[in-house]
């Protein structure tokens, strides 16, 4: 290990302490005067007001795996990785629209997780079962992958064997448990000021060292013109054009439907807070724009990936080895720390998200009917321990590519919701039974798809991607398509045919405990109290 | 339904929120923009066009939300005319 690494691991481990002391300290803020509830420990109190949410949603969607890997892929591939622009433009003013009714009914009827909102509107447990475990499935993966960005800053220092990553999650875990949501909201203050400063100087002073963005751009096109693959290229070619918009449109649709997003979303204090946040998050997309770039300046740096442990060069290490190029060491130190940190503000909301899932959907609804608010923290504080102890084991034990694969079904995945919970914010149209049929066929698609897409750059066979070229199924064109895209439109398809056969047969549909008028609800406004359980009452009175 | 409802008869509908159509359909046409020239400050218009799209959709969504506000926050009288005129 080298004097140079050695400022940088000093500077990242003094902010890291820091920062968890923050997270342990982060109980006492906004303390509330019984945080032995879900409302209080899985969402803050429902209390966060627009800056708050600010920090947190985008502390939340944009997590370090993010900042290394939209990177990694514009430097493999070129204009087909900057789909990660469009795909947050596109997002906030669905969410304006629709997610906003999930914060309004669930502010009347205290749901905590968008299972919740399904058991409620469809009168359906079995539906409800199947939207908390696709959540839980999809967010596992996701959590290990936030690893996958810190390891790649420990590795660009030259911190080899996994006891640091350990340490890091053991220390995230535990003021989790203690702070709950609060603790993730608090540092995202934080990560974000560090990776605000971290980008601006990037922008200004790399394109600087490097010639200029004229010069970059011509590198990178240079490099891929000498490259065979057909896909790549600072442009977008007649073949990925259909596969990039339908990506950007896709990963945006998955996004909002993800457990950790609205968990986010569902802690904010009313309406015109998240309003607000959709017109001031696309900041952050302006951040990952130029986050992506770095992609390009890599290309011109001439920097070549570290080799990863199952021997392939690793693309993930290559921001933190520009860092390392350009930066001097003190500032490398911080830049690190601002991934490192990245990593741990989405990874506690994610396992807060899985854990309320747990409790709510399974715990609750199957094992303990008539747990009470404080037992149902203490669930969830414990699953969330589960959950990160899940996410260290499947980075040490498993290949990282592997959970890489995983993310990305879990994106197809989670998007087999959408009709459930997106299209039953807005109309209770469809049957209960239409719902879990479609679901059933949107799954059994996507993953069918995903198992016929090969990687050959790394010699996989299955889930290489999710680019489904059109010719495996005999059309005669080189296109690709989005699989989550096609997912989801067979899920639809059969949801409304479902729909229509079983209302046609008369066959008996859930109850819908929710009313038009709470999808319009705002703070102030009467709650239904304690769940979906004494709605009837409610109703009653 | 509705009518026999308590509480305060609200809606969110509003022929503003045909605005947020646009940010949502113009970053996915790629045909518009998937080309090099014009070039501004050394990007080629693939990549400050995307930019530019960010720009669309905060200033979509902020307006929305000025002429959507609810009453309490001071409501716009335009908005209300414009809300009555739909229904």
Known sequence: MSGRHTTELVIFAVIFVIVSGMGFLAARWRRPDNMKSLDEWGLGGRSFGSWVTWFLVGGDLYTAYTFVAVPALVFGAGAAGFYAVPYTIVVYPLVFLVLIRLWSVSHVHGFVTPADFVRARFGSSTLALLVAITGIVATMPYIALQLVGIQATLEAMGVKGHWPIVIAFAILAAYTYQSGLRAPALIAFVKDALIYVVILVAIFYIPHKLGGWSHIFGSAHAKFEKTPAPTDGTFLNH????????LALGSALALFLYPHSVTGVLASKNRNVIKRNMAALPAYSFLLGLIALLGFMAISAGIKPVTGA???????????????????????????AAIGIGALVPAAIMSIAAANLFTRNIYTEYIRKDASPAEEATVSKLASLVVKIGAVLAIL??????????????????LQTLPSVALGLITRWFHRGGLIAGWVAGMAAGIWMLYRIPNPANGHKHFGGSAYALSDIGIDTKMTVYVGAIAL??????????????????TADGVDVTRTSDYYADEGDPKVVRGTREVEEGLAT | MADTEPGPRRSDRSPWNWLLILPVVVPLLTFLFNRDKPRLGGFPFFYWAQFAFILLGVGCTTLVYLMTRRPQDTIARDSGTASETED
């Open chain 1, 489 to 506: 439109a067979v899920n639809l398809v059969v949801a409304v045919v479902a729909t229509i056969v079983l209302k046609a047969a008369k």
């Open chain 1, 397 to 414: 034990l498993l290949d990282p590519q592997f959970s890489i694969d995983l993310q990305l079904i879990g994106g197809v995945v989670i």
């Open chain 1, 239 to 246: 073949n990925n054009q259909l596969n990039y918009a339908m």
């Open chain 1, 310 to 336: 199952n021997g392939k060069p690793d693309g993930n290490t290559i921001v933190p080895l520009l860092f390392d190029h350009v930066f001097p060491s003190w500032f490398t130190g911080v830049a690190y």
